[in-house]
């Protein structure tokens, strides 16, 4: 791998757990320092790599750099951080920044539920989430949440002066709690995976780095004794069962390929295979998540039998999907699993009824439902879809209908 490829790679991977472990080493009131010591780290790489090539074991060489800076801020800040000062005449060690697997590995998770507290919103949560755990860009972020990168860093300081306030401390909380704070650190992971999954602000269909960390962090969770709950084990069961299909979804030119035109044989059985694990593993205690049903939904996605079965199955789980958490996304891929199994008339009178203007799905499933049956409409739709596509995948994607229709 290139070092103009490889340290966007190792920034992906290494710069949340180096992050987490020196928050964990500081505490949330120098996590700006943290953050600053883990982004002059690669800063450090880019310019030496440059120079001398990159390393044998380039994250072996990060730890080791992140370790003397943070050892020499720790040195400089003696004078004006009296919590810190007795261990600098103490004498500093290298141990004490301990980068060790295990050490890394617990930092995360527990700088997850640290985060994930709840004296600050579930909104700066995420966003938090996103930028120290997955290290993303404020610009990325603010596309994540559809904002603007002012209110994304108003959100985010107003966020780190709520941790510092509280003085919350990075451990995982109580077994009480666990399950009140699990919900935002699922919806981060969730929302990582989706970014990647379907990424807008790098204008790329698939970014499956992003994904392949989602299920990472997850299985963080799922392999935690306190952690490793139903609904944990839900998500890492969709996730697998979406990320099978990677490979069948992009053609040679980067082009989307549409689900009813994937070749089966490109998907990953493995894969497959884990999410039905997990699924597995999920079907315990006695509640029902959304991520339980949207997995369940995925299975019948990796049953390529166009059957009536499968459909009536995929509706009546969309159907309890939208009872437990309604979104705009669950309610379009109802109607088109409606038109699967009820036939497009009816599916056209439900679609029209949500009328979601401004999202180019939206005109695009009804670009679907009406071919056929009105064409005229049909390129009405598509023609509206391709104003609102955001990405240059999609356009391509709709112009394709356009011109057949054409």
Not at 138 to 153: G, H, M, P, R, V
Not at 278 to 289: D, K, P
Not at 351 to 358: P, R
């Amino acid at each position: 791998m290139e070092q103009q490829e490889l340290i966007p790679h190792l920034f992906r991977t290494e710069y949340r757990k180096i992050v987490s472990v020196l928050c964990k080493r500081f505490g949330f009131d120098q996590m700006e320092t943290a953050e600053d010591i883990a982004s002059d780290t690669f800063m450090t790489a880019a310019q030496i790599w440059a120079l001398q090539g990159i390393p044998a074991n380039p994250v072996a060489w990060l730890y080791h750099v992140a370790k003397n800076k943070a050892k020499n801020h720790l040195q400089r800040v003696a004078t004006f951080n009296t919590k810190v000062a007795p261990q600098i005449a103490a004498g500093v060690t290298e141990d004490e920044i301990d980068l060790s697997p295990q050490n890394i590995n617990d930092s995360q998770l527990q700088m997850m539920f640290a985060i994930c507290h709840p004296a600050i919103s579930p909104e700066a949560q995420i966003g938090l989430s996103l930028r120290i755990l997955c290290g993303f860009g404020i610009e990325e972020i603010a596309d994540a949440f559809l904002s603007n990168k002012e209110t994304i860093n108003k959100r985010l300081y107003r966020a780190r002066e709520k941790l510092r306030e509280e003085k919350i401390k990075i451990e995982l909380p109580g077994l009480t709690e666990i399950d009140e704070r699990l919900s935002a650190v699922l919806a981060t992971i969730y929302l990582l995976f989706s970014e990647g999954y379907y990424s807008i602000s790098n204008n790329k269909t698939v970014r499956k780095e992003l994904c392949f960390e989602a299920m990472r962090l997850c299985q963080m969770l799922v392999e935690n004794k306190y952690t490793g709950k139903p609904a944990v084990n839900a998500l890492l069961s969709l996730m697998c069962f979406q990320a099978s299909r990677f490979e069948a979804r992009i053609d040679k030119n980067g082009e989307l390929i549409l689900y009813e035109e994937q070749d089966v044989n490109l998907w990953d059985a493995d894969l497959i295979s884990q999410g039905g694990y997990y699924l597995h593993c999920s079907a315990s205690g006695n509640q029902l998540s959304k991520y339980h049903l949207e997995a369940t939904i995925a299975w019948w996605s990796t049953q390529k039998a166009d059957t009536p079965e499968k459909w009536e199955n995929v509706l009546q789980l969309y159907n309890r999907l939208l009872q437990i958490e309604y979104s705009p996304v669950a309610a379009l891929n109802r109607t088109y699993a409606l038109s699967k199994a009820n036939g497009k008339p009816e599916a056209i009178k439900e679609a029209e009824k949500l009328n979601l203007t401004t999202n180019h799905f939206y005109f695009t499933l009804l670009g679907e439902l009406y071919t056929d049956i009105n064409n005229l409409k049909a390129l009405q739709h598509f023609q509206k879809a391709l104003e609102l596509a955001k990405t240059q995948n999609d356009k391509q994607t709709i112009q394709k209908k356009i011109d057949r229709l054409s």
